[in-house]
């Protein structure tokens, strides 16, 4: 049975933004992510917790793009992201969160101010969810886990390219670094249940 203190519990929400929620993803739609998200962090936030949207976004020109060659290259429109493509889910409002974090890595901890954020509100947990499972949202739960806090990983809540992507990820290596469990349990959890 999962237990949380929502006083020292974060939600992360990965990258729920246009360009990459209206993905074809699978095993869970992109609606399905966002809505899931979306209702956990809600119940954090009503328990005393802290809401972390995350985006991923680049300067025009893209000079803080990583540029290393690599077999599989990210493609990215011409000169700059369209200001549409890096908006956030229209489900979403940045209302909901406490911290509004721009990232340029996979990972939401590399290069950002989260682990100073999470730190001052005395945080020693975050619940990771959003889009996509091996890449954003595993990288961040990785150095989630090596900056010693315990993540929790809703499997619902969370998606990738193709179902063997995601499935993988939490097969195989998410649960050497988090816990896994359904949106439902983590919800029953942060009310006391």
């Known amino acids: 049975m999962l237990s949380l203190d929502p006083r020292h519990t974060a939600h992360v ?4 933004q246009n360009w990459i929620v209206n993905r074809p993803l699978a095993p869970h739609s992109g609606e399905d992510v966002v809505d ?6 809600r119940a954090l936030r009503k328990a005393g917790g802290t809401v972390v949207l995350v985006r991923v976004a680049f300067s025009d020109g ?5 540029k290393v060659p690599v077999d599989s290259p990210m493609i990215l429109p011409e000169g700059k992201m369209p200001a549409e ?7 979403i409002s940045t209302s909901i969160a406490d911290v509004v974090i721009t990232k340029r890595q996979w990972s939401a901890f590399h290069g950002t101010e ?8 005395a945080i020693d947990t975050v619940i990771v969810s959003g889009i996509a499972t091996n890449f954003g949202v595993e990288a961040t739960v ?3 886990f090596a900056y010693n ?5 809703p499997e619902d809540a969370v998606s990738s390219m193709s179902a063997e992507m995601h499935r993988f990820s939490i097969d195989h290596v998410m649960p050497r670094l988090a816990r896994i469990r359904p949106t439902a ?3 029953r959890a942060i009310k006391g249940g």
Not at 13 to 16: C, E, F, P, S, Y
Not at 36 to 41: D, F, H, L, V
């Open 85 to 91: 493509a890096i908006a956030f889910d229209s489900h």
């Open 36 to 41: 899931r998200s979306i209702k956990m962090a």
């Open 185 to 187: 349990e983590i919800i």
């Open 114 to 121: 989260l682990d100073l954020q999470l730190r001052r509100r």
């Open 62 to 66: 893209y000079g803080d793009v990583v």
């Open 142 to 144: 990785r150095d989630a």
């Open 13 to 16: 929400l990965i990258d729920l």
């Open 149 to 153: 806090y315990a993540p929790v990983v």
